[in-house]
């Protein structure tokens, strides 16, 4: 046995110390250089369409609420109108209105041959 062979050598330690690293030097990112992963392309793009998304959403939403005004202003302008309509209907059926007309035209109230009723 060689007295090499036979000797046990403790691992050498290595330092860490700041003095002792070499550091690569800090590439700066400049507008030529500027480099995205994958990754952040992916999350960019899936803000923009989440962004366009949302903005479209509220034009929407805004168009479908001013449609829904427009049209309960335009129920009320119709419901008076069918409210004045009808007093009107009602005022011209009155049999104190059509009686004098129909006097002016000739006509009179029916005779009892003239009369038919069905059950």
Do not use: C
């Amino acid at each position: 046995m060689n007295i090499r062979t036979a000797t046990l050598r403790t691992p050498r330690r290595r330092v860490y110390s700041p003095s002792s690293v070499r550091r690569r030097p800090v590439k700066s990112r400049s507008s030529a250089g500027f480099r995205l992963s994958r990754l952040e392309i992916a999350g960019i793009f899936a803000a923009l369409v989440l962004l366009a998304t949302g903005l479209w959403t509220s034009y929407e939403v805004n168009r479908i609420s001013d449609d829904i005004a427009r049209l309960n202003s335009d129920h009320m302008v119709l419901a008076e109108t069918g409210n004045k309509l009808e007093k009107q209907r009602e005022k011209l059926l009155r049999k104190e209105y059509l009686a004098p007309i129909g006097a002016r035209l000739g006509l009179h109230p029916p005779k009892s041959d003239q009369v038919f009723t069905l059950k």
